[in-house]
């Protein structure tokens, strides 16, 4: 089962409970955390896990043979997103703005235009007790996460049970993270603003045709409204964590809620089982 953990907003606890629903499940199984969050990765912190191998990740941007260019703009014109420009007997490319999509390659007339790859960040892979682990890191000054969100996730290991740390809100890399996924947990917390972002997480889910469940973090320390918009969708609440300043204190020393607090571990285990009854009813 591929469980994608994700939330509308960052700060509501998506990394906590992506990690913690990791490790219960250690001696159930094989077990895979793919942290996806590639702009800023933060699962390592709580996991520790023990990195074994590292590859870059790669984008193919275009590279003109001017000896047989004869700009005639057909590349430029061509391309979706300005990456490739033709300036009399110039031709000027944008890398940060190539999407390595190849059109350019394959319209030239004059074959003039071949592929390089351009290094734009980074998948590490290791383990963490019995959670193998992989994320990605976007490199500095790189606008587009999901080259390196797709990296990570060619890594899948579909004979185990793959939790998805997705990034936060509803951009690009999300869907990127969300797509292909059999069920998605949304994590959210009982304010205003965690409503508004659950409700447009919810839409983007159903986009994707995912299945979704929520988690409520922070319980008590906010209103209703999560659960009543909870009710009113026919969204099951699969779990709620309190406002406890115990957990916010083993998130400060970098510690999941399973590995501080033992006696949440069922309740994990719990949230793992609820998310394949909906994932196999909504399939």
Not at 200 to 209: D, G, I, R, S
Request: with cysteine; proline share 7%; aromatic share 4%.
């Amino acid at each position: 089962m591929i469980l994608a953990v994700a939330s509308g907003k960052g700060g509501t606890g998506k990394t906590l409970v992506a990690t913690s629903l990791a490790l219960s499940l250690e001696g159930q199984g094989p077990v895979q955390l793919l942290d996806c969050d590639a702009e800023e990765p933060n699962a390592h912190i709580l996991l520790r896990p023990t990195i074994t191998s590292s590859r870059p990740v790669l984008v193919p941007v275009p590279k003109v043979d001017k000896e047989k260019c004869t700009y005639c703009r057909v590349c430029s014109e061509a391309c979706p997103y300005n990456a490739i420009a033709v300036m009399g007997e110039n031709v000027l490319v944008f890398p940060e703005l190539c999407h390595g999509c190849g059109v350019c390659t394959y319209v030239c007339p004059e074959k003039a235009i071949s592929e390089e790859g351009r290094e734009v960040g980074v998948v590490e892979e290791g383990r963490a007790g019995e959670v193998r682990f992989v994320h990605g890191r976007l490199a500095i000054g790189e606008a587009m996460a999901p080259p390196v969100i797709r990296a990570v996730k060619q890594r899948t290991d579909g004979s185990s049970t793959v939790i998805i740390d997705v990034p936060p809100g509803n951009s690009c890399p999300v869907v990127e993270a969300i797509k292909g996924s059999d069920f998605c947990i949304l994590v959210t917390e009982p304010t205003p603003f965690g409503l508004h972002d659950l409700a447009l997480a919810v839409e983007l889910a159903t986009k994707l045709t995912v299945p979704c469940g929520v988690v409520i973090n922070r319980d008590g320390g906010g209103d209703e409204g999560v659960e009543r918009y909870c009710s009113q969708q026919h969204i099951p609440v699969l779990l709620k964590i309190p406002l406890d300043r115990r957990i916010a204190e083993l998130y400060c020393r970098g510690q999941t809620l399973v590995a501080g607090m033992p006696s949440w571990r069922e309740a994990f285990r719990d949230l793992l089982e609820s998310s394949q009854r909906l994932a196999a009813v909504g399939q």
